[in-house]
C-alpha cells in the first residue's frame, strides 16, 4: 500500500507561479513510475508530468504544460515535486499526483490549484 500526501496548492494570478509537492509513504526507488495529473471540471484527467524512478529514468510532459513546468525528485523525501511558471488560467484544476508501484495504480486526494486574476 502506498499513501500519498500532496501540498502546494492554491490561488496564483495569471503569469505567477507555483509548487506543488507529493510525498510518497514508501521508499521512492520501490516506486516505477510518479508524477501529476489534472482535471479540469467537465474535462477528463490528463497528463502533466511524470517522472521515471528506475535506472535511465525520464520525465515525460503533457503539451500544453512543457516548457513551463518542471517536475524533480527528492530521494532522501521520497518525494516528486512540480514547479509550475507562467500559470495560465487554464491550468485551473485539481491536481492529483500519481503512483505506479507494486504492479498497481496508486493515486493522492488532489490538491486544487486556480489561476485567476
Known amino acids: 500500500q502506498v499513501t500519498l500526501v500532496e501540498s502546494g496548492g492554491g490561488l496564483v494570478q495569471p503569469g505567477g507561479s507555483l509548487r506543488l509537492s507529493c510525498a510518497a509513504s514508501v521508499n521512492i526507488f520501490s516506486i516505477n513510475t510518479m508524477g501529476w495529473y489534472r482535471q479540469a471540471p467537465g474535462k477528463q484527467r490528463e497528463l502533466v508530468a511524470m517522472v521515471t524512478i528506475g535506472s535511465g529514468g525520464g520525465t515525460n510532459y503533457g503539451d500544453s504544460v512543457k516548457g513551463r513546468f518542471t517536475i524533480s525528485r527528492d530521494n532522501a523525501k521520497n518525494t516528486v515535486n512540480l514547479q509550475m511558471n507562467s500559470l495560465k488560467p487554464e491550468d485551473t484544476a485539481v491536481y492529483y499526483c500519481?503512483?505506479?508501484?507494486?504492479?498497481?495504480?496508486?493515486w493522492g486526494q488532489g490538491t486544487e490549484v486556480t489561476v485567476s486574476s
Open positions: 500519481r503512483v505506479w508501484a507494486y504492479s498497481k495504480i496508486y
